[in-house]
């Protein structure tokens, strides 16, 4: 790899994401809606962002990832994850960064949910935001073969 390229190589990609952890303070699903208020444990500030911590892509999408999981085996009527569930299809907008690590709001609204045997096929309305009026939005598709 040619060095005059490294000065542009983010840290946070290559070192801080993988360092980076959350943890649920509260997970509630009510019929098609699934809420759940997450925490930055071990956030990745980056010495280039003037204003200091903002929520990447990255584990937003792990965490949206991990409350489809929930959504999806809830409406199969299971009890625990026993299958995957495979991301089709995708779009997020992000409005304003979310900047405060603590009480992510993820709320997650399905437009349907359809089981056709064992099969479960979902599409979801998602928000995350913040305390301090950050907004990610978005939609998925997902199966659960």
């Not at 390229?5 to 946070?12: D, G, R």
């Not at 999981?69 to 907008?93: F, P």
Request: glycine share 6%; with cysteine.
């Amino acid at each position: 790899m040619p060095a005059q390229y490294e000065k542009f190589f983010s840290p946070y990609l290559r070192v801080g994401r993988k360092q980076e952890s959350w943890q649920y303070q509260q997970i509630e699903v009510c019929g098609q809606v699934l809420s759940a208020m997450v925490d930055m444990v071990d956030p990745y500030v980056s010495s280039t962002d003037a204003n200091g911590y903002h929520l990447a892509i990255f584990p937003a999408l792990e965490i949206l990832s991990e409350l489809a999981l929930i959504h999806l085996h809830y409406a199969a009527g299971l009890t625990e994850k026993t299958r995957e569930v495979w991301m089709r299809e995708s779009k997020v907008k992000y409005s304003r960064a979310i900047r405060i690590p603590d009480n992510i709001l993820f709320e997650l609204r399905a437009r349907s949910l359809r089981n056709r045997g064992t099969v479960v096929y979902g599409e979801v309305d998602f928000t995350v935001s913040d305390a301090s009026g950050g907004l990610f939005e978005g939609m998925f598709k997902a199966i659960m073969p």
